[in-house]
């Protein structure tokens, strides 16, 4: 059975036990070795959820480090490109050469198709040319709702997790 199962199924039993006893009713041997049965079951799936985390946990850090090395290589590389291709453009421009016809690695130099708008001091522009994000102060918030004060929408409180190991 799989853990949603063991957990379903021993609900039940669990059920059906508290049933049995406010009826006055003693549950038979069998009844009971079911329930202690699919206790064991469910804190041996359990533990090999955790294990099978633990090894998840282990090869997600690896890719972690790999997706690190990976992006840094990348970022130089692009880097390295777009500094070749404005030095390519300044070499060009400088001596006025428009086009290399070259037949395996033809060579020219284009107009952007979009105009780029660049902005020098985003501070300085009218308010309807800057877009402003507005975001929630939590650590505010929760400093105003530990001293008692009460705020519509919002509430702390404290979740559950699995620890494992």
Aim: glycine share 6%.
């Amino acid at each position: 059975m799989n853990l949603y199962e063991i957990d379903t199924t021993l609900a039940v039993r669990m059920i059906e036990l508290g049933e049995m006893l406010d009826n006055g009713e003693t549950p038979s041997q069998e009844f009971i070795d079911e329930c202690l049965d699919l206790q064991d079951d469910l804190e041996n799936k359990l533990i090999n959820c955790g294990k099978f985390i633990k090894n998840a946990q282990v090869d997600i850090d690896g890719l972690d480090g790999e997706i690190k090395r990976l992006t840094a290589k990348k970022q130089s590389l692009q880097k390295r490109t777009d500094l070749i291709k404005a030095n390519m453009l300044s070499a060009m421009l400088n001596h006025n050469i428009d086009k290399i016809a070259d037949p395996i690695m033809p060579i020219r130099v284009q107009t952007n198709g979009k105009a780029s708008v660049l902005v020098d001091d985003v501070a300085s522009l009218p308010s309807q040319f800057q877009n402003i994000k507005v975001e929630a102060n939590k650590t505010a918030l929760e400093q105003a709702i530990k001293a008692g004060e009460i705020i519509d929408g919002v509430r702390v409180e404290k979740g559950k997790h699995i620890r494992i190991g």
